[in-house]
């Protein structure tokens, strides 16, 4: 096992500053954070000067790519050597790309980074225009011809990092249009990221929530990212003023917020139609080569499984000796927290301490990752919400956080950095074309190391009290992860079948189907409280359509390879680490398959479900022993 451990003992490292006071009252500015807990941009570029270069050459590489147009059937020569040049191109763009927003997020409010992060989306559009001539010319070979090219017999192993990608461009022959009008598509991405903008500014910088009290009576500001520890607070009170607070001002900008929403629905049907898709759905699965019998026998294995998640329901009501069960009741831990106001330093620890059966060569790194400018890590005054893990290719994995102190915020570290470590290996070991994995398979990789650090705490821990704690959250994570990102799946499904055949998505009407999934869901317990009926305009990853349903599917991939990991040991590591090492270079059936899962069947979703009834059993029989 890895034990070269070396981390900062002391939180408070930095006099002025008390992560502790962070984690309650107002939210700090920006320059009010020690450089410790903020993630090494400069590591990118040391000045915004030097990404302004970057950005000029760019500019000036685009004319030697488009000195290429109509010559790529010439020969293989000519082919290679633009597809070359792109890669080139594509990744500088991704630095200037990631740079500029990640700085723009570091603060929405401030116009520098803003203008900045939206000139670089304009430049990407620039790149996808003027790139947009290859594919339909690589398509406009002669198949035989092109094959040709791919032979290694022929050409010797010119190709090799490009044979998948010809491979997909020929899979996906009949979607892919003439050049003018790729180039017209390319020219619309610019404006059709307006929708998810919209939204984001919106949510991040303009809305203002009030004011609540807290357990101790305190005034606190809440904020989307607050909302997660007062919604779990075991003080009913404070959940239900979090509740009302949250969605009332969601609510006064409901229509403002349906008005995005359907800007999204008309682009996603835009480009469907426009790349010769039966529907939105097609379209978005067509990409990752996942068969739609995959999206839908999720969803109708769930929706046929819902029992037990209505039997938890009833536990909670009994638990918490509720009259009435209502929809601010779902998050409170049915123990006492005994996990609070974690710090940081020891939010590191247990997450290196759990993730062990992943193998020394992965530990290693993983500690190189904590230690070294990867993660931005506490909120401040108008930082992005909720947390991601991005980068580019030649630049080391980045993560945003907002850490409150929570378990929760220990496991989003965890997830966050298998993540992280997915793109470390990938680009590690896959040239660039291949080096993108696809989010079907990304939700594997950060859900595993949730996973087996919850194995970890649930296998050394005895105090009883704790035990319920962890099986209550094992319970929430399949409930979140897999019944309520499945219901999101549905949702989505129903909504853009919804706009295709032009029928009424206005705010009130996606209200209406939002109430009548969660009046199924949650069961006859529930009280479905009428404001619940606005949460569909607060999910940002609507924006990114059918994309949630691969948190399902990756939690129940995950759950699978976690459990082999610490039952097997080498037999299970290696073929896991060689599927993050293996970026995008196959289909993500045939990776996961490889690692040691078939996601092409249901008993993945099926084995979940039954992970969620013997966990609730489990807590059952715990929770029994006390009478």
């Known amino acids: ?13 930095s006099a002025s500053f008390s992560p502790e006071a962070l984690m309650s009252g107002e939210i700090p500015a920006r320059a009010d954070i020690p450089d410790e807990f903020k993630w090494r941009l400069s590591d990118i ?3 915004d000067g030097d990404w302004e270069r970057d950005f000029a050459r760019v500019k000036s590489e685009l004319p030697k790519l488009s000195a290429f147009k109509g010559t790529l059937g010439e020969s293989p020569e000519s082919l290679l050597a633009c597809l070359r040049q792109q890669d080139e191109i594509s990744i500088l763009m991704g630095r200037v790309y990631v740079y500029a927003s990640m700085k723009s997020h570091e603060d929405t409010a401030d116009p520098t980074y803003q203008d900045m992060s939206s000139r670089a989306a304009a430049l990407m559009v620039e790149v996808s225009t003027a790139a947009s001539f290859i594919t339909p010319e690589i398509i406009a070979i002669p198949e035989e011809t092109l094959r040709g090219f791919m032979d290694p017999r022929k050409t010797g192993s010119r190709f090799d990092d490009y044979r998948f990608t010809l491979k997909e461009i020929l899979r996906q022959k009949e979607h892919i249009l003439s050049g003018e009008l790729e180039e017209l598509l390319a020219r619309a991405g610019d404006m059709a990221s307006s929708p998810d903008n919209t939204f984001s500014m919106l949510t991040n910088a ?7 009290r807290d357990e101790d009576g305190r005034e606190v500001e809440l904020t989307d990212e607050r909302y997660m520890k007062y919604i779990s607070s075991s003080s009913r009170t404070v959940r239900q003023a979090a509740f009302d607070a949250l969605y009332e001002t969601y609510g006064k900008n409901n229509n403002t917020l349906g008005a995005t929403f359907n800007g999204m629905l008309k682009t996603a049907r835009f480009f469907s139609e426009s790349r010769k898709f039966d529907s939105d759905i097609s379209a978005a699965l067509s990409a990752p080569n996942i068969p739609l019998a995959v999206y839908d026998n999720l969803v109708e294995t769930v929706e046929g499984s ?6 938890y329901m009833e536990l909670r009501k009994k638990i918490l000796r509720l009259d009435e069960l209502h929809m601010y009741d779902i998050y409170n831990p049915l123990v006492a927290n005994p996990y609070r106001d974690i710090p940081w330093e020891t939010a590191k ?3 290196v301490e759990a993730l062990q059966p992943l193998g020394e060569e992965y530990m290693a790194q993983f500690v190189i990752g904590l230690e070294s400018g990867w993660i931005d890590v506490y909120a401040n005054r108008g930082k992005r919400g909720g947390a991601y893990s991005w980068g580019s290719y030649g630049t080391h994995p980045y993560i945003l956080l907002n850490y409150n102190g929570e378990l929760s915020d220990v496991m989003t570290l965890a997830h966050e950095m298998g993540h992280s470590m997915h793109s ?3 680009r590690a070991h896959q040239p660039y074309p291949t080096s993108d994995y696809t989010i079907f398979c990304a939700e594997v990789a950060s859900t595993t190391n949730e996973e087996l650090m919850l194995d970890y705490m649930l296998r050394t821990t005895e105090e009883r009290e704790k035990r319920i704690y962890l ?8 409930r979140a992860t897999v019944y309520r990102q499945v219901m999101f799946a549905s949702f989505e499904r129903d909504v853009h079948a919804r706009n295709q055949a032009g029928e009424n998505t206005t705010a009130s009407e996606l209200g209406k189907m939002w109430r009548a999934l969660n009046v199924k869901y949650f069961g006859p317990e529930m009280i479905v409280d009428d404001l619940i009926s606005l949460e569909w305009s607060r999910i940002p990853h609507f924006y990114s359509p059918f994309y949630v349903y691969q948190y399902a599917t990756g939690y129940s991939a995950a759950a699978s390879l976690a459990h082999q990991i610490t039952t097997r040991g080498k037999l299970a590591e290696v073929p896991y680490i060689n599927f993050l090492k293996s970026g995008g270079s196959d289909y993500s059936i045939e990776l996961l398959r490889g690692a040691g899962v078939d996601m092409s069947t249901p008993q993945p979703i099926l084995d979940a479900l039954g992970l969620f009834a013997r966990t609730l059993d489990d807590m059952e029989n715990l929770l029994a022993d006390n009478k």
Do not use: C, W
């Open 1 to 13: 096992m890895y034990s070269g451990i070396l981390f900062n003992t002391d939180d408070s490292s």
């Open 45 to 47: 570029y040391a000045t």
């Open 206 to 212: 303009d809305m203002k929530f009030p004011m609540i």
């Open 306 to 311: 819902l029992s037990n998640l209505h039997r």
């Open 349 to 351: 620890k247990m997450v």
């Open 424 to 426: 470390y290996y990938s």
């Open 471 to 478: 099986l209550n959250q094992r319970v929430e994570r399949i």
